[in-house]
């Protein structure tokens, strides 16, 4: 026995972390942004797609599964979907989706991580895909699993932070890093599963920013409020960012997604 307890290092490496998670109304507030464009039009999309294997599987369960992007086409290979999502304009955004797309298979369920699941029926597939903004993850990762039958497929971001660590150099703020995807990846062995890891590549598609308040914004989403030296900081980073061909501000970031899935 022995060796290092991921599943405390996880809890230990989260708790250390300032930022708080996001509220059903924030990302509710978020779903439009969320919803731009054609929801398959998007390589972290195709991607995460093209990774899950079907082969002899009915059924998917999409937890936090914001708009809809991956349930839907999901539904459209499979005989029935559930889509979970704590927050009502998520999924006021799925079902609009769902209905557009003329799928009559997806029920789409107001559900936190944190609720009873016992209603929901267990699925062939289960996906959660960049939601696993949770304090226990032993504890998520195993919801999960209880809820397959076969695979079960999750993305985590890899990375100390979701916002470039040049923002924090230039505002003067300190970096304490997320737990590691790695850890991840130990707590499910350190579970008992056989995990696999790949990646998924992608361009920060919200790149360019008209004016300062925009970039702020993003910025805040991460960092909550800024300070007002901050803030100064900020702009100072912002008017040295490159132009765009419309004049907007360009930031690029690219972000890479730890994708880890295992079987029953
Ligand atoms: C970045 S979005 C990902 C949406 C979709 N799965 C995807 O990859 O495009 C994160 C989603 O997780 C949901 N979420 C965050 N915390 C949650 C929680 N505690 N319970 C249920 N859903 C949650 C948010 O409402 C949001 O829709």
Redesign the pocket.
């Known amino acids: 026995m022995g060796g290092p307890d991921y599943i405390e290092l996880y809890r230990r490496a989260r708790a250390a972390v300032p930022s708080r ?2 509220t ?1 109304e924030e ?1 509710g507030r978020r779903a439009e942004r969320m919803n731009e464009g054609n929801l398959l039009d998007n390589s972290y999309t195709r991607d995460f797609l093209s990774a899950v294997d079907i082969s002899g599987c009915e059924s998917v369960l999409d937890v ?3 708009v809809g ?2 349930l839907i086409p999901l539904c459209g290979k499979l005989k029935r979907g559930y889509g ?4 009502p304009g ?1 999924l006021e955004a799925a079902r609009a989706n769902a209905k557009k797309a003329g799928l009559e298979n997806a029920t789409i369920v107001l559900r ?3 609720d009873d699941w016992s209603d929901i029926p267990p699925a062939d597939i289960v996906i959660a ?3 696993l ?1 949770v304090d226990d993850m032993a504890w998520a990762l195993q919801k999960l699993h209880a809820h397959a039958q076969r695979r079960i497929y999750v993305t985590y971001r890899i990375g100390p932070s979701y916002l470039d660590e040049a923002i924090y150099e230039a505002i003067g703020r300190k970096l304490i890093p997320r737990p590691d995807h790695m850890l991840v990846v130990n707590i499910l062995k350190q579970l008992g599963m056989k995990p696999k890891l790949s990646t998924i590549r992608t361009e920060d598609k919200h790149s360019a920013y008209p004016d300062f308040e925009a970039f702020r914004k993003r910025v805040e989403w991460s960092l909550d409020t800024l300070s007002s030296d901050e803030t100064r900081k900020l702009r100072d980073f912002f008017e040295n960012l490159p132009r765009g061909t419309d004049d907007e501000r360009v930031h690029k970031h690219p972000i890479e997604w730890a994708l880890i899935s295992w079987e029953k």
């Open positions: 998670s996001k059903p990302w936090g599964c914001g992007n991956l979970l999502d704590f927050s998520m936190s991580w944190e895909s960049r939601c903004d």
